[in-house]
């Protein structure tokens, strides 16, 4: 099955700097690559997801790259705020409709 | 519009219990997921819904746990002879269930915990 690698698993950065994460999977039909961002106490929220027919997508401050055929995709947000610490997963749908996350990255803004 | 509801927020129950987890799927979703969210990890997947019928049921850890979906809206999870090990955050997740809108939308979850 799907296997879905995440980091950094913490990650710490200054207000208004970037912060990157990264992910991999191990599944070459995986078609769909979704992040969500989770806040405590809360279920997991989309922030922004991509197909594997484009490299590319953003949306104003977030932005998500893909890499077929490295199988890695990495997800950039810039000028950080506050309220953007909080814990942001990785995942992957394949043929078979199952999300496969990953171990989540801890995201601190530090004011 | 209302988006995916469940129903406890909060469960305690003492080991051997039964117990039921619900959610409501927003409005006309085809599609329902259940997925069980251990502390510092990411959710895992446990049944897949399309309409009434459980497409894929795979992630069920053991027959301890059983889904239903009758009408093909609100999903009930069931937990027979509860463990400690069964204390985790259950999340919801329902999609349109149509070709290409693949995106699943999350539940608030219930958060077990078996003692």
């Known amino acids: 099955g799907e296997n879905v690698e995440q980091h950094p698993s913490t990650l710490s950065v200054q207000e208004g700097d970037s912060a990157v994460i990264k992910c991999t999977y191990s599944?070459?039909?995986?078609?769909?690559f979704p992040w969500y961002k989770q806040e405590l106490g809360k279920g997991p929220q989309l922030i922004i997801d991509?197909?594997?027919?484009?490299g590319e997508k953003k949306d104003q401050r977030i932005a998500v790259t893909l890499n077929k055929t490295a199988k890695h995709f990495s997800l950039h947000i810039t000028e950080t705020q506050p309220e953007d610490s909080a814990v942001y997963f990785c995942?992957?749908?394949?043929?078979?409709?199952?999300?496969?996350f990953g171990t989540g990255t801890r995201l601190t803004i530090i004011p | 519009g209302a988006g995916v509801s469940q129903t406890p927020s909060n469960k305690v129950t003492e080991k051997g219990k039964y117990v039921e987890l619900r959610c409501d799927p927003i409005?006309?979703?085809?599609?329902l997921y259940w997925y069980r969210q251990s502390l510092g990890q990411g959710p895992e997947f446990l049944i897949y819904?399309?309409?009434?019928?459980?497409?894929?049921d795979s992630g069920l850890p053991n027959d301890r746990f059983f889904a239903v979906r009758p009408e093909g809206s609100v999903s009930t999870l069931k937990i027979q002879r509860t463990e400690r090990g069964d204390s985790a955050v259950y999340l919801c997740?329902?999609?349109?269930?149509?070709?290409?809108?693949?995106?699943?939308?999350f539940g608030p979850g219930t958060r077990l915990l078996v003692l």
């Open positions: 991509i197909r594997s027919n484009v």
């Open positions: 409005s006309g979703h085809t599609a």
């Open positions: 819904f399309q309409g009434t019928g459980a497409a894929d």
């Open positions: 599944d070459s039909a995986s078609n769909y």
């Open positions: 997740a329902s999609s349109s269930g149509l070709a290409g809108q693949e995106t699943q939308y």
């Open positions: 995942a992957a749908l394949g043929g078979n409709e199952k999300l496969t």
